[in-house]
């Protein structure tokens, strides 16, 4: 049987952390935790998730962006959702469909928060082609 | 230097080379502003003319003969205010009646200049018409930026509102569906959380209501003689029973009264958020220690703490809205992230200042000057 698989989560907010670490963990991965750009940064430079859950709004307004194109520089292959609820304040809507978006956000999935667990894990498993 | 557009409407060719003759070396400079302002001049001999080029170019002033062949100057200046051009219009015509003076200012002409008129004449009022223009444009550029404080403002309210409720609702979720196992205990940490993200919110709703008050203006201020040292005993009172749990001992250093003007209240917020943080981010087994005393000019509150600190790059932003220091040693550590800045504008009602020395892990001290000069107004 294969190690579990490494989650990295990064969020502002360590009631939202530990509501996604635990569906995580209910799900079968392993997780790693950071509340901020810097220290999720510290984080990859010693271990490589499989995957990484990243809020959009932490420091700066586009943390979450900038964390998520500093992962892709360092690991191409690790898959990124940025978790938001931008959409719901803001009516701004961001997505990673069309090519264009693909150029300048770096994420695989841009999901907004407050999702139901069924639908992260399924979002999960397909980011991790399992 | 920035370029005024002209455009003369006149349909005599010999007024509209004067007047370029007398504008093209023109500059309106003032002593308030760094760059002068010159004049770039457009022609136009009749009012549909004139409306034509209105609407293909940005013009800034206008100067309009009123008597024209076609449709009339006051008729132009009609459809310019309709049509809403940022655009400021003086009227030039030499058969000026007091009637056609009244409904050109009706109809938003900036002034009137009878024809024939001297060079300095007209100098004159294109001063006066490029200062009203300026000063036009500086107001509106102003209000637009109050306007996106303001927006901003909301969008961080709203967003600092709606995380505490969607952190409770996943708490919740997460019982409802038994995901962390059957026994309550095994939810206790996030009850313990679900009941401090209230706590937050709830000050966050106090401190936006202390705000909100303060940028009312002075209406609900109640400026009275008032016992300083009173108002800190009371504010040091009840923190107390988060000062015992913390184990931080709270030192004061002030007289037995000290009389002065102020509103109570006002004091009283000062010195509760000023405490509380000392508190709230003091170590375990710290101390705080609150000062009051009057020099010369001032009085002088000074609370200082034994805690985490605020490092140099984080004491820029300290107090601004909604500005919370996040990092490890903080993000236990609830607050609504507007108390400094309901401080410092309170403070500021009262022509003082606070100021803040830190070092991290050493402490923080924060300075409070507010001049008796003020109090007497």
Known sequence: ?130 | MSDLKVLIVDDEPGIRSGISRILRNYRVGYPFLEEDFGFTLTEAETGEIALEILEKQEIDIVLLDNKLPGIEGIDVLEQINKRNYDTAVMMITSYASLELAVTATKRGAYNFVPKPFTPEELRGAIESITKHLFLKRMTKKMSETARQIRFQFLSVLSHELKSPINAIEGYLKIMQEKQAGTSIDDYMHMINRSIERITGMRSLIMDMLDLTRIENGTKSRNLKEVDIIECAKMAISSMEPMAIQKNVKILTAFPESLILTADSNEVEIIANNLISNAIKYNRDNGTVTVSIFTDKTDLNIIVEDTGIGINAEEQEFLFQEFMRIKNKKTQNISGSGLGLSIVKKIIELYNGTITVESQPDVGTKFIVKIPFKAQTV
């Open chain 1, 1 to 130: 049987m294969n190690s579990r698989k490494l989650i990295l989560i990064v969020d502002d907010d360590i009631d939202f952390i530990s509501q996604i670490k635990l569906y995580c963990e209910k799900f079968g991965y392993e997780t790693m935790t950071a509340t901020s750009e810097n220290e999720a940064l510290e984080l990859i430079k010693t271990r490589k998730p499989d995957l990484a859950m990243l809020d959009l709004m932490m420091e700066k307004d586009d943390s979450g962006f900038i964390l998520s194109y500093k992962i892709k520089q360092k690991y191409p292959d690790v898959p990124v959702i940025i978790a938001t609820a931008v959409t719901s304040e803001t009516g701004l809507i961001f997505g990673v469909e069309s090519h264009e978006e693909q150029q300048w956000i770096k994420a695989d999935l841009i999901m907004e928060k407050g999702v139901r667990p069924d639908q992260l894990q399924r979002e999960i498993k397909r980011l991790l082609k399992e």
